[in-house]
């Protein structure tokens, strides 16, 4: 499975941060049976190792955002499904897929959409818009090729709609879902702002 099937029309991912391990299991396994898919985690093969097991139960998905080339095989021993690169290591999306996960590439506040699209027309399967998402977004829809995820962090009730109709298709949220006591209702409101 890869992206295409990891994503309805538009996904809430959950943006996992290291903290007591049976504490975020219990997390994540709430927000699980709400119905969640994607857990976004970074470079933190300990983390990813302690909760893909239970992600991959339900058939969800783990995302791992990597700041450096040469992780591809430790995170994929942990469980990642797919691995996005900054874009400096394009390179090395050859790595990744052997491994048979998804390839994405960051797009970095100081990176050139023209140059992520060049990029993706390399076969990578998500682009990651990394910090708060600006007037590229609408830019980077129009220059990747269809099929091309789009994953963008800092999402918010505030920005989700908006975010979507700007062509994200993966919206990473962590403080609107884990700051607050009831995690699936929490989850679920992100959702419904989608509309």
Not at 68 to 81: M, N, P, S, Y
């Amino acid at each position: 499975m890869g992206w295409r099937e990891w994503i309805r029309t538009v996904e809430i991912a959950a943006a996992v941060t290291a903290a007591d391990p049976a504490l975020r299991a219990s997390q994540v396994e709430a927000l699980l049976r709400t119905g969640a898919r994607i857990f976004h985690f970074e470079d933190d093969p300990e983390l990813v190792g302690a909760l893909a097991p239970l992600v991959h139960r339900y058939e969800g998905a783990v995302d791992v955002v990597v700041s450096r080339a040469g992780r591809a095989h430790l995170l994929a021993a942990a469980g990642a499904d797919s691995i996005t690169l900054p874009l400096t290591a394009a390179g090395d999306a050859s790595v990744v897929r052997e491994l048979g996960l998804q390839v994405g590439l960051a797009l970095g506040p100081d990176d050139r959409v023209a140059d992520v699209a060049a990029a993706a027309a390399e076969g990578i399967d998500l682009v990651f818009v990394a910090g708060p998402p600006d007037e590229r977004l609408v830019a980077l829809r129009a220059a990747l090729p269809a099929g091309v995820a789009i994953e963008v962090e800092d999402a918010s009730y505030e920005n989700a709609g908006a975010l979507h109709r700007a062509g994200a298709t993966v919206l990473v949220a962590g403080e609107p879902i884990f700051a607050r006591e009831d995690l699936p209702r929490a989850y679920r409101r992100l959702v419904q702002a989608l509309a």
